[in-house]
DNA sequence: CAGCCGTGGCA
DNA sequence: TTGCCAAGGCT
């Protein structure tokens, strides 16, 4: 599309009738029923849960948390009334722990402003601290029903393959929105269970290194069809070892573990380089990430 | 909008 | 072993 060449790759995307005759009973056959998630009765609130999890953390890994997490926690006023060091310490080492922060932000705030209800609006689930526009759309989907697009890598992976493109972009743009939605049928019920099937297509089948065109049950609408996959990483990728990021890691692992307070010295211990690691711990005490007690001891923070 | 924010599974 | 890649969001 637009004004430019079109690739000689492009291709006209199916048809939503002919999309859901392929994908939906491959979905109803092969999809994941072990996400704990995915069990009848789960509330919104716990569907949220799970999406924030998921946000960059294999499902995975965040299965055996969502666990214990909603056994402990299992509505919003439970999640925003505990200590946050306890909030921190549940999340472990899932990664990006700010995730933690802001659902006990987004707890509190179902809670006391939509009196713990979980909002069923897209627009208004994107209001909420760490729920952006796929966590949004997916609550909105995935537990209300809703009719609108889902789009995570996988679906822009799916979305760009039917299309002829060996991968997506590096961002979810306004295209990328509107042709996932171009493929959603008019029935809402009908559109949500696309949407679903869509990810667990990109999770299952067409995965980003070793899409398995064999067995998908969409190959015949797909333009990639058959075809390899570039070699090499599909976008920059950012560095870990060595990197404040790692600092950061280091310092709130020893928090998590630490039984109470904890003195400079031990946290001096876990980094060589003075500069990084003062730069580390400033960022994690303005972030709210870790606190200080009246001695100038550090831990999680209380509240 | 490009860069930043953790951690681990897996080929 | 090393590095890609994860149900992204925020600035």
Known sequence: MGGMLA??????????ADLSGRLLPWFDAHHRTELPWRRP???????????????QTQVARAAPVWEAWMARWPTPADLAAAPTADVLREWGRMGYPRRALRLQECARIVATEHGGVVPADPAELEKLPGIGVYTAA???????????AVVDTNVRRVVARLGGQSDAGTATTKADLAAAESLLPEDAPTAARVSVALMELGALVCKARAPECGTCPVSGLCGFSGQEVPAGPSRKRQKYKGTNRHVRGEVMALLRDAEGPVERARIDAVWPDRRMLDE??????TEGLIGTDEAGRFELPSR
């Not at 690739?7 to 939503?16: E, F, G, K, N, R």
């Not at 580390?280 to 005490?285: G, N």
């Open 7 to 16: 690739a000689d790759t492009d291709q006209a995307l199916p048809s939503p």
């Open 138 to 148: 997916a609550v909105a989907v995935f537990h209300y029903g809703r009719r609108h």
């Open 41 to 55: 009765g789960t509330t919104a609130w716990g569907v949220l849960v799970s999406e924030v999890m998921s946000q």
């Open 280 to 285: 580390a711990v400033a960022q994690l005490i």
